[in-house]
């Protein structure tokens, strides 16, 4: 009776360690999957925050270009301003008054960066880096903003003079965008002698040049952003 009782006791023994070992297997197996499944999620996040990003970075390589072209049609313009007899043909004055006018356009996505922040997704990123990186990414854009809004309202300011004692109709027309020019004697060369389009347009100017500023910021801001967030180790 002792012996056979001994055995059961061993038996049973062994029984619960297996029991034991196969509930630690399957919370192994269980931990692995949930593992798995939060890379998978993480990869999608990441694979999608690259992509916004990307996008981002050629919409704004695109105004950017159209920056340069606005400050160099304004620095040229404010170079011919009170000088009497300028020898510079009229098409020329309203070609540099067009492309000074032009108003910023970069309007970045933030729909899936507001997605992972509105869902507290933010702190499953494990990269560190990549964390802070679109921390400042978040001052910087607020930055531009209002910058863009200060830019629109000097450029506004500029349009609302020419408009007052000059012709957007000849800009347009030496510019490609209308048919005819105006068929009032008036010619936009005659705005370089008045002392209020210099200062809308050196208002205008300034703006610009600041916006420049913090547009190549923010142009190498996304770019570190999308070399982290393109990493083949996101767990890291």
Known sequence: MENNSGKYFKYAIGEIVLVVIGILIALQINQWNENRKENNALKTLTENLNNEFQKNLKELEIDLSRVKNSITASNTLLSYTGIKNIEVDNIIIDS??????????????????????????????????????????????EDILEWH????NNTNRLVYFVSEKGSLVNIDYHNNKNKKGTKFDIENIDLLQ???FENDLENSLYSLIELEK??????????KIIELSNSNDITK
Do not use: H
Request: glycine letters at 4%.
């Open 149 to 152: 809004a200060g830019s629109t």
């Open 214 to 223: 913090r547009y190549n910021k923010a142009s190498v801001l996304l770019n």
């Open 194 to 196: 008045e002392i209020r």
């Open 96 to 141: 540099l008054i067009y492309y000074a006018v032009s108003n910023p356009t970069w309007n970045p996505s933030s729909y899936v960066l507001n997605d992972i922040k509105n869902s507290g997704k933010l702190s499953t990123l494990k990269n560190e880096n990549l964390k802070l990186l679109l921390y400042d990414w978040d001052r910087l854009y």
